[in-house]
């Protein structure tokens, strides 16, 4: 069974840095591109980066591009957000989420984590 | 970017009742739409994928239709657990963006 499981969320200052985690079991991690979509309170879903399984090539969405940086380890199965230089337009739930594909390209997103809440505020 | 626009923002229906859901792309996307449903507090569950394809587990209720730049979401007879909020999202190019999203409540 391929279980998601995010971490790492929290109360942060604008301005501030925050690490996210997703241990991911279930599934041959290294072979898959992973994401990370984030949601505002009450708005809808905002994709934010996505990763290749082996050569690290990513990608960012304009919004987050120089702040956050997306990585992996894949000998501890475990996709990383580095989110730097938070602003409160960052606060959301920010979800990772495993691509049915082992490419980056015209994939959906077939396996999503419950999500960990990122507040940013003084 | 690719803006993607889905109709209605919200509707009311009945459990029993046909439901269709349209979302729209700003250009062609082929078939490279895919479809989310979330339930409130819960994480996004994939329902279909390019365009007409249904995801492994997902009831034969949902279907999904079109290409281009039109497509349908359909609910053949909406039950008590689909209610929930239903998401659009083109991976046609990078950045993949959502539709909205089109909310089914009870009437």
């Known amino acids: 069974e391929v279980q998601l499981s995010e971490s790492g969320g929290g109360l942060v200052q604008p301005g501030g840095s925050l690490r996210l985690s997703c241990a991911a079991s279930?599934?041959?991690?290294?072979?898959?591109?992973m994401n990370w979509v984030r949601q505002a309170p009450g708005k809808g879903l905002e994709w934010v980066s996505v990763?290749?399984?082996?050569?690290?090539?990513?990608h960012y969405a304009d919004s987050v591009r120089g702040r956050f940086t997306i990585s992996r380890d894949n000998s501890k199965n475990t996709l990383y957000l580095q989110m730097n230089s938070l602003r409160a337009e960052d606060t959301a739930v920010y979800f990772c989420?495993?691509?049915?594909?082992?490419?980056?390209?015209?994939?959906?997103?077939?396996?999503w984590g419950q999500g960990t809440l990122v507040t940013v505020s003084s | 970017d690719i803006q993607m626009t889905q109709s209605p923002s919200s509707l009311s229906a009945s459990v029993g009742d046909r439901v269709t859901i349209t979302c729209r792309a700003s250009?062609?996307?082929?078939?490279?739409l895919n479809w989310y449903q979330q339930k409130q507090g819960k994480a996004p569950n994939l329902l279909i994928y390019?365009?007409?394809s249904l995801q492994s587990g997902v009831p034969s209720r949902f279907s999904g239709s079109g290409s281009g730049t039109d497509f349908t979401l359909t609910i053949s007879s909406l039950q008590p657990e689909d209610f929930a909020t239903y998401y659009c999202?083109?991976?046609?190019?990078?950045?993949?963006?959502f539709g909205q999203g089109t909310k089914v409540e009870i009437k």
């Open positions: 989420a495993k691509a049915q594909s082992r490419d980056i390209g015209v994939t959906a997103f077939d396996y």
């Open positions: 390019a365009a007409s």
């Open positions: 999202q083109q991976s046609y190019s990078i950045p993949w963006t």
């Open positions: 279930g599934f041959t991690f290294s072979s898959y591109v």
């Open positions: 250009q062609s996307i082929t078939n490279y």
């Open positions: 990763i290749s399984g082996s050569d690290g090539t990513t």
